[in-house]
């Protein structure tokens, strides 16, 4: 016997009253329940509990009372004593399916599996018709380690309940974990064809197809079961959180904002949505969203980690600091928030570098470690080696344009190269490294343990890393090693990597001059001349002649990163200005095209007595388009301490010196390697002091501003810069020098 | 967790299919497209979708007979007829193809798309004039649709006017600023017109522009090199290999310019991806360059008359390099049959299976076909095909082996310019295409088992109105 109150057309308050009415007036038992559930409704729980506990005392043969009354404990989460009243309605009547799945239930959270499996056989027996006993038979049997059966019972839940999407995704799981996801995907196809308008099967085989590392297909898959139910919000969640754990972005950026219409009080669907802003530049509303789940969630530390890398992307080093700092008190002993502190340091002044050496030393301590590896390595001193490029970035980005030319040029007799980095795709630098590599691996979905054991069975000798702690990189594979010689370079070099198992960093005389070696925790391999070698893109424009005197007097610029501009820079910078009567600062980067940053940039020069108008501040733009601004440009100027990388290769290849004043991190002297490398030495400074002095002389002196500028990318090209065979050749040089220091000191 | 309920829109469904097919997202389109069928009656426009996405996941057979049916329920209907003329078209079904695109235009006279196609059509069945009155209309009612344009300068210079080819693409690339295609066509026009300056100036211009990517370095390479600027071509190779490291089409050609260590033959992919690329526009464009090989090859065989000696036909034949077959089409009537082709393209064996003379026809690697175990033929031709072969013993040593004895191969190669002082025996041209000496082609021969029954110098086709050498071989086997 159920009973449910009626309370059609009308509110709780007025049914309350009626039933109250009725049961005093008739006092019927059914009446009675459904005072009790309507109590219960209108937020009165007690009440409505303590009429179920008198009817169950008054009709001891009924099981609905006590029922009823372990639904509404455990809806309170007072599960013990929930359990004592389902005991109750399973005594009145053993094979009420309702009490037999809420006990099971019970039993399974109590991590009793035992219990409930008993009870769950008893119900699937009485009412076969329950999915839901089905599927939590399924949970039980997987609780106990009986995969193969767990994957029958969801079979069957999923067959009576075939648009069940838990239920499915349940049975996918059970088919990973008994090893029959192929058979499971080959099912969920024909289910798909037999029922096209069921979104379900879609959905589950987007899932496994997920779980396999095939991503595109099924990102495909939940395209298409999102089509089919666009409103429902656990599809829209699927969809999105998958997509935004893919390069899609544009894509993932809308799926998130339909997934949070469909459920805007999800965090974690907001957190994602921020975390795509961010990788799309657009940081000012992705602090803005994050902000708003701290204040709703309360202080979280995954969420203050991309608040402080947002915030710091914005310029605004001592609040992205000081939320790192939070994030590590919150939870200390975690690699994330010591990870985010470490990647912020870098940009902010006044940070020495022993202060970075040992940020990255706590974050690379907290890293997960197995047992160190033995290596079989044949320990020939002079065989060919293999060597292996881990990255997330091998593609158009600093990282290939400042690595690929080095790769190509290395001697093929005596290096093999192995890519590890997700599919190479129709990016053309992507292309580059495939035609160089040997073999290619996508270490997508692999754990960290997972990948250093396939990298060791792929006999890699040498792992050169290129992503470090940044969002594509694998530190923490390479904190299991995946090869006897690990070496640090290009791809979130800030400064050494901390990690005990990294032996080398790749450098050179200027990035790493002896002075400097103990801030590293690795030993420096340095280069005959430059760390890095520039690869020009074919497309660059010409150059243009100089624009002072052309359009007015001496512009300045930088086109670096806003998280690179402090507010030391930004002083010196404006002393430039005010030596340099009507010169212009044009100012470029994704983050300006938010009008906001823009302002708080111009306000900023403004409190330094500086006209507003005399900067210009640009957004984003496409590569191209940004190589062309520089003809706008006579004078690049470096900021500090984080010092332009590639942004300085790509301002000499159009005719722009930079003005730069290296500091003790690897990262604050970037830009001395590079202008030292191609004969620019004399734009290197030691203090402030001279770094304004040097660009208020370059403005000064026109002619020869000019002339270097006429002769520059010509010079560029034939220096090392630029000598991708001679870089090849110093690379394979300094990359044999390790190996031999492996194979000789074992 | 609630059940899922999807009552999903019809229209909307049709919508996101397109979209799918346009991202290339086929297998989302195809379960999307499964639940528009389940929610509407079959139709012209579900028809249309199971076409185009048919033709995405290269299945033209599914797409014809799709359209097939589609437009006999539905005769009037423009778009079916637009669609299936392109399905046609593709699979080198030319004329069937003109007459779905002329009914479209018939149906549906404001459309610019069937115009195209049709233009495009006409080109392709030598029909040069109709088809520019057909595309100018359409570029006239969109002078921005750069494929249009494109269309439009190629059947003007396959009418021989190339001024006006060039004036069209100038106008397109004037529009339509950031298409590339548009500028490597025009360089590539300006290179066919042999005015090498005027090809630098372009792709210079798009380089400047930024409009650039590897196939026009490519092409900048091969101009430089043609005005003798081997250090600028090398420059221009190297920016074409960044750009497009794995294109075999660049690496042939740098490989041709000897930045790149060369084959001793054209990498099959390159072969694969120049026919693909021309597979339409092959043949009336070696029929308009004056290409001879068919017709000496005939003149060769009458002369001969190998089928006199043997009583019955001279067959079985095989047509190596058969391409859109026009050596078969040349020889068909002769008792040679029957006639099997191999190529490497398949496109170009559409159209020849289109002509209907080939008992068979295989999409292979000639020496893989060649290596095979198989019935011996009474003759084999390989015309404009040891072009592509640097040394020649690995292709007439397995070419001998499966003849039956008084059988006769008849070869075409390209020759060295007669000015040329001591050539090698064999090396890899500017153009991408090797060239033999005469003395080279009979030592290999000769090796190979062949008694060398003629080796005359024949013009094989003009360029420009310039002979390109070679020679007739007709090889026998004793």
Redesign the interface.
């Known amino acids: 016997m159920t009973a449910e109150p009626v309370l059609d057309g009308l509110s709780h308050a007025e049914a309350l009253g009626l039933l109250r009415a009725a049961a005093a007036r008739t006092a019927s038992p059914l009446t009675c329940l459904n005072l009790a559930i309507a109590e219960e409704h209108a937020g009165c729980p007690a009440r409505g509990r303590r009429l179920l506990r008198e009817l169950a005392a008054l009709l001891p043969g009924w099981d609905e009372p006590p029922l009823r009354l372990g639904q509404s404990l455990r809806s309170a989460g007072r599960n013990a004593e929930a359990a004592l009243a389902y005991d109750e309605a399973l005594a009145r009547n053993p094979i009420r399916p309702e009490s037999l799945i809420a006990r099971a239930a019970l039993h399974l959270a109590a991590a009793e599996p035992e219990s409930a499996h008993l009870m769950l056989i008893r119900c699937c027996g009485v009412a076969p018709e329950r999915a839901e006993a089905w599927d939590l038979l399924g949970l039980t049997l997987q609780a106990t380690g009986d995969e193969k059966l767990a994957e029958t019972a969801f079979a069957e839940a999923s067959r009576r309940?075939p648009?069940?999407?838990?239920y499915a995704l349940h049975r996918v799981e059970a088919s990973k974990r008994a090893g029959t996801a192929d058979a499971e995907l080959a099912r969920l196809a024909l289910a798909?064809?037999a029922d096209?308008?069921?979104?379900?099967p879609?959905a589950a085989s987007g899932v496994l197809l997920h779980r396999d590392g095939r991503r595109e297909?099924a990102?495909?898959?939940l395209?298409?079961a999102v089509?089919?139910?666009?409103d429902?919000p656990?599809?829209a969640r699927l969809h999105a959180g998958l997509l935004a754990r893919s390069p899609r972005v544009a894509s993932a950026e809308a799926a998130l904002a339909r997934a949070i219409a469909l459920d805007p009080a999800d965090p974690a669907l907001r957190n994602d949505h921020a975390a795509v802003l961010m990788r799309m530049h657009r940081h000012a509303e992705a602090r803005e969203i994050l902000q708003a789940v701290l204040d709703a969630q309360g202080p979280d530390a995954s969420i203050l980690c991309n608040l402080a890398n947002a915030t710091v992307n914005l310029g605004l080093h001592a609040e992205a600091e000081a939320l790192a700092r939070r994030a590590i008190a919150l939870s200390p002993a975690a690699a994330l928030p010591r990870r985010t502190l470490a990647n912020v340091l870098p940009y902010c002044p006044g940070v020495g570098a022993a202060v970075l050496r040992d940020a990255l030393a706590e974050t690379a301590a907290r890293l997960p470690r197995g047992p160190a590896p033995i290596h079989a390595n044949s320990r020939d001193p002079d065989r060919k080696l293999r060597l292996g490029l881990l990255s997330g970035t091998l593609k158009t980005h600093p990282v290939g344009w400042l690595t690929v030319a080095g790769f190509e040029t290395l001697d093929p007799a005596g290096f093999a190269v192995t890519c590890l980095s997700p599919p190479a795709g129709a990016d053309?630098i992507a292309?580059?490294f495939?035609?160089?590599a040997e073999a290619w691996h996508d270490p997508t979905g692999l754990t960290d343990a997972a990948l250093a054991e396939r990298a060791r069975g792929w006999g890699l000798d040498i792992v050169i890393d290129l992503g470090g702690y940044g969002d594509a990189g694998r530190m923490a594979a390479l904190a299991h090693r995946l090869a006897p010689v690990q070496i640090k370079w290009v791809g979130m070099q800030t400064h050494s990597s901390g990690l005990p198992e990294m032996d080398w960093i790749l450098t050179d005389r200027w990035e790493t001059p002896p002075e400097l070696e103990r801030f590293y925790t690795e030993r420096p391999l340095r280069l005959a001349d430059g760390y890095v070698c520039y690869?020009p893109p074919?497309?660059a424009?010409?150059i243009a002649p100089l624009p002072a005197g052309r359009t007015g007097p001496v512009t300045f610029g930088c086109f670096n990163n806003l998280a690179k501009i402090t507010a030391d820079g930004l002083a010196v910078w404006a002393d430039i200005l005010r030596r340099t009567p009507g010169a212009r600062l044009v100012l470029k980067c994704h983050q300006l095209a938010d009008a906001p940053t823009a302002d708080r940039l111009r306000a900023a020069f403004a409190a330094h007595g500086i006209d507003p108008v005399r900067i210009e501040c640009r957004g984003g733009s496409g590569h191209?388009t940004l190589l062309?601004e520089y003809n706008d440009i006579d004078v690049a100027l470096d900021p500090f301490p984080y010092s332009g990388g590639l942004t300085t290769c790509e301002a000499l290849w159009m005719g722009v010196p930079t003005v730069t004043m290296p500091g003790e991190s690897f990262a604050s002297r970037h830009s001395a390697s590079h202008l030292s490398n191609a004969g620019l030495a004399d734009w290197v400074v030691p203090d402030r002091d001279r770094y304004v002095a040097r660009a208020v002389a370059a403005a000064a002196d026109l002619p020869a501003l000019a002339a270097l500028r006429a002769g520059l990318r010509a010079q560029v090209k034939a220096s090392p810069l630029c000598d991708a065979p001679r870089f090849g050749r110093s690379l394979g040089a300094a990359l044999r020098a390790a190996w031999r220091d492996w194979c000789a000191r074992r | 967790?609630d059940?899922?309920?999807?009552a999903?829109d019809p229209d909307h469904?049709a919508r996101?299919v397109r979209e799918?097919i346009d991202n290339g997202?086929l297998?989302?389109?195809r379960?999307?497209l499964?639940?528009v069928?389940?929610?509407s009656p079959p139709g012209p426009a579900t028809a249309e979708l199971a076409a185009r996405l048919a033709i995405a996941a290269g299945q033209s057979d599914v797409a014809a007979a799709e359209l097939d049916a589609a437009v006999a329920a539905d005769p009037g209907h423009a778009g079916l007829r637009r669609l299936r003329a392109d399905v046609r078209h593709r699979r080198g079904e030319h004329v069937p193809a003109a007459i779905d695109a002329a009914e479209a235009v018939v149906l549906d006279p404001h459309d610019a798309s069937g115009k195209a196609i049709l233009g495009v059509l006409m080109t392709e069945l030598g029909r040069p004039a109709d088809a520019v009155a057909c595309l100018a209309e359409a570029v006239a009612a969109e002078p921005a649709n750069p494929a249009y344009v494109e269309a439009l300068a190629a059947a003007q210079a396959a009418g021989g006017a190339t001024d006006l080819a060039a004036e069209t693409l100038a106008a397109g690339i004037a529009r339509c600023l950031g298409r590339v295609d548009l500028r490597n066509a025009a360089v590539l026009l300006a290179i066919r017109r042999r005015d090498f300056a005027a090809a630098e100036a372009l792709a210079e211009a798009a380089?400047?522009a930024?409009i650039?990517d590897a196939c026009l370095?490519g092409l900048l390479g091969h101009a430089l090199s043609c005005l003798g600027r081997h250090a600028d071509a090398a420059d221009a190779y190297d920016?074409a290999l960044?750009?497009?490291?794995?294109d075999p089409y660049v690496r042939h050609l740098v490989a041709a310019a000897g930045t790149l260590p060369g084959g001793d033959r054209a990498p099959s992919p390159y072969v694969r991806a120049v026919f693909e690329g021309y597979a339409n526009r092959f043949e009336p464009h070696l029929v308009a360059l004056g290409y001879r090989v068919p017709g000496l090859f005939r003149a060769a065989l009458l002369r001969l008359a190998p089928w006199n000696a043997t009583g019955e036909g001279a067959g079985p034949t095989l047509d190596l390099g058969c391409g859109t077959g026009l050596a078969g089409l040349a020889l068909h009537d002769l008792p040679i049959r029957p006639l099997h082709g191999v190529d490497l393209a398949p496109r170009m064996l559409a159209q020849a299976a289109a002509k209907g003379i080939y008992a068979s026809l295989r999409e292979a690697d000639i020496l893989a076909v060649l290596a095979e175990p198989g019935p011996d033929y009474g003759l084999i031709l390989a015309a404009d095909v040891l072009c592509y072969f640097g040394a020649l013993d690995p292709v007439l040593q397995a070419a001998f082996a499966r003849m039956r004895p008084g059988g006769l191969m008849l070869v075409s190669t390209e020759s060295p310019a007669p000015d040329e002082p001591d050539p090698p025996p064999w090396r890899l041209g500017p153009q991408g295409r090797f060239v033999h000496t005469a003395a080279y082609l009979r030592t290999e021969a000769e090796a190979a088992g062949f008694a060398v029954r003629c080796l005359a110098a024949e013009t094989q086709r003009f360029e420009n109105d310039a002979p390109v050498p070679g020679l007739l071989g007709i090889l026998a086997r004793p």
């Open positions: 309940a648009r069940r999407l838990d798909a064809a096209p308008l069921n979104p379900v879609l297909q990102i495909e898959a395209e298409a089509a089919l139910a666009p429902d656990a599809l053309p292309r580059r495939a035609a160089l690869s074919p497309y424009p010409d191209r062309g | 967790m059940t899922l309920a999807a999903p469904l996101r799918m997202q297998n989302a389109a379960a999307v499964a639940a069928r389940r929610l380089r400047r930024g650039a370095f920016a960044k750009l497009g490291p794995h």
